[in-house]
């Protein structure tokens, strides 16, 4: 079955203790993003991949990392985490000539203490 | 910058009664417009999209939206919503300009349908 999928579903960590957030997807997708959603805010870009080592900023990046070592995966790591980042996280992805349609993951909630 | 607007954050319906939400957008080149569903608890899903042609589109479970260019509208309308349409709706737009384009998510809307 076509998926992204993430892990963990569900966190609840300390501020200050790194965390990493994985996501696959089965596709062979080259265009991978990842979104936080929060209430009356919709989804924000954090970061996005075209390709395998290419990542580029979205709009809501400060406090994150990601890396794109290989097609599939996609992780967004917390370095440092902080009670603002507490969040619900969606990996998604799509295809070059997918025509912009994103396959989404279901979702990483985080609650950063 | 590009923006998604949907007007209503909340929106509470009872079975059988007719819906439309708004979004606009600001952006005045080529655009995809699409509508996104999260049922609770669960992660985001097309529920339609237009890319070209008729700017009538339909989508899944008896949803459909107008496109109108002059207004820079995209909104979503069901003739007869159902307790099961309770969710989350997401309009989005993907910008195209000098070869890059990006997904702009609207704030939300949440719909609630009592039986």
């Known amino acids: 079955e076509a998926q992204v999928t993430q892990n963990p579903r569900y966190l609840i960590t300390v501020t200050g203790k790194k965390l990493t957030v994985t996501c696959s997807q089965n596709?062979?997708?080259?265009?991978m993003s990842w979104y936080r959603q929060d209430p009356g805010l919709g989804l924000r870009q954090i970061y996005y991949?075209?390709?395998?080592?290419?990542?580029d900023k979205g709009d809501v990046p400060e406090g994150y990392k990601v890396s794109r070592k290989e097609k599939r995966n996609f992780p967004l790591i917390l370095e440092s985490p902080s009670p603002n980042q507490t969040s619900l996280y969606f990996c998604?992805?799509?295809?070059?000539?997918?025509?912009?349609?994103?396959?989404f993951g279901a979702g990483s909630r985080l609650t950063v203490l | 910058a590009q923006s998604v607007s949907q007007h209503n954050h909340h929106v509470i319906l009872s079975e059988a009664a007719s819906l439309e939400l708004g979004c606009n957008y600001s952006?005045?080149?080529?655009?995809?417009l699409f509508w996104y569903v999260q049922y609770p608890g669960q992660h985001l899903q097309l529920l339609l999209k237009?890319?070209?042609?008729?700017?009538l589109v339909k989508g899944i479970k008896g949803f459909e939206a107008e496109f109108i260019k002059s207004k820079f509208s995209f909104n979503l309308r069901k003739p007869s919503v159902q307790w099961s349409d309770t969710a989350e709706y997401f309009c989005?737009?993907?910008?195209?300009?000098?070869?890059?384009?990006?997904?702009?998510f609207g704030a939300g809307t949440r719909l609630a349908v009592h039986p």
């Open positions: 998604a992805s799509r295809d070059r000539a997918g025509a912009n349609v994103l396959t």
């Open positions: 596709m062979n997708h080259e265009y």
């Open positions: 989005a737009v993907n910008a195209f300009s000098g070869g890059y384009n990006k997904l702009i």
């Open positions: 237009y890319f070209s042609g008729d700017p």
């Open positions: 991949s075209m390709n395998v080592e290419v990542t």
């Open positions: 952006y005045g080149g080529t655009v995809n």
